[in-house]
């Protein structure tokens, strides 16, 4: 019986071993790889060398940061530059502003307007102009033009119109045409008018130098002797410290603000025979540097003094209409001192009133309301700034 039993028990212990040892272990299932997270930053892009054109290096880039020039389509002109524009309606005129050039064009013959302004242009040479015989008007304002070639006008006769505003030029150009009646040179920095610079030119009307370097020893005596028909003559925004010499007489309007004149001769206005407008707006006047009869001109009509030193009224002539004293250091106003006839006259005749419309004084040391003896004297005013 135990016998029976222990034969039993070894063989159930034998099975055991067995399935014990015939269950081998399941080989895992390889684990799945892990994704990265895209990356914010893209791989660098590999930039193309230029290719060289066959036979040769690669071309050379313009060493300028300025932007390339505007070519336009071909025009029914043969003779029209692709860097302009010749409009079919009106064949005499060629417009090349505003196309990034650096130099002028060949004009064609039959061009009487040209248009150059807002370029690049940094000089004016003759070639250009060999055939251009017949302009009338050339505008190279706002461009980069240090030298104008002595030659490149002279055959030009017929220039009536010159603007050459907002460049780099350093003197006025010589050899300019006898026939021009206008001349814009505003806003250079021309130091200097070579002697003989408006020789001849009888014909010009306007003469524009405001905004330049002119100094005093810059304008000799006889700088504009020969401008007989100038009209206004604009020397504003310089460096003068005394009023022009030489202004021909028959000027209509002067234009000196922005300077540093602290004195006016006590007859430089006597001779003028058409002066209506004088402009002196901050200088250096004071009551010293303005003789006590200098503004009796019977032409002046318009007469500019704002922002000086002036601490009272200079006399004027009756027939002034407007009169500008704002920004100065006038402390009272008297009108039987400025007053250009006795109010004790004929109150009348108002053809023999003076005729000021416009006085302004504000900006000054006073105070309202204005003086009745100003009131009963300017009988035309219109409007008083105080």
């Not at 408006?198 to 003469?207: A, E, I, R």
């Not at 003028?272 to 006047?285: E, G, I, K, P, T």
């Not at 002539?317 to 100065?328: A, D, F, K, M, S």
Request: net charge positive; proline share 11%; glycine share 4%.
């Amino acid at each position: 019986m135990k016998a029976g039993v222990g034969l039993f028990c070894a063989l159930a212990l034998f099975l055991l071993v067995g399935t014990v040892f015939t269950q081998r272990p399941r080989p895992k299932k390889p684990a799945k790889p892990t994704k990265r997270p895209p990356s914010s930053k893209k791989p660098p892009v590999r930039k193309p060398s230029p290719a060289a054109p066959v036979g040769g290096a690669a071309e050379p880039q313009e060493p300028t940061d300025f932007p390339p020039p505007i070519l336009g389509p071909p025009s029914m002109f043969p003779d029209c530059p692709r860097e302009c524009f010749c409009p079919p309606s009106f064949p005499s005129a060629l417009y090349c502003e505003n196309r990034n050039l650096r130099v002028i064009p060949a004009i064609p013959s039959r061009t009487h307007y040209l248009y150059l302004q807002n370029n690049y242009i940094s000089e004016v040479t003759a070639e250009p102009f060999q055939n251009a015989t017949e302009l009338k008007w050339v505008n190279m304002a706002n461009n980069r033009v240090q030298r104008v070639d002595k030659k490149v006008f002279e055959k030009i006769p017929g220039l009536l119109f010159l603007y050459m505003e907002r460049n780099q030029l350093k003197e006025v150009p010589s050899d300019l045409p006898a026939g021009l009646e206008q001349l814009q040179l505003s806003r250079n920095q021309i130091s200097k008018i070579p002697p003989g610079a408006f020789g001849k030119m009888d014909h010009l009307v306007l003469l524009d130098l405001h905004h330049n370097k002119l100094s005093d020893s810059n304008i000799g005596k006889n700088i504009f002797k020969d401008l007989k028909n100038l009209v206004q003559l604009n020397l504003a925004h310089n460096a003068l410290r005394k009023m022009p010499a030489g202004v021909p007489n028959g000027l209509v309007q002067l234009f000196l603000d922005r300077n540093s004149i602290d004195d006016i001769p006590k007859d430089y206005f006597q001779g003028f025979s058409n002066l209506a407008f004088v402009r002196l707006n901050y200088n250096q006047l004071s009551d010293k540097g303005i003789p006590k009869a200098v503004f009796n001109v019977t032409t002046l009509l318009d007469l500019h003094l704002a922002h000086n030193q002036l601490s009272s009224v200079p006399l004027f002539n009756g027939h002034l209409e407007q009169l500008h004293l704002n920004h100065n250091s006038i402390e009272s106003i008297n009108g039987t001192q400025i007053c250009p006839y006795s109010l004790q006259g004929d109150l009348s005749d108002h053809t023999s009133l003076p005729r000021l419309r416009y006085l302004r004084l504000d900006g000054n040391h006073l105070s309202p309301p204005v003086p009745m003896d100003v009131i009963m004297c300017f009988r035309h005013l219109h409007a008083v700034v105080i």
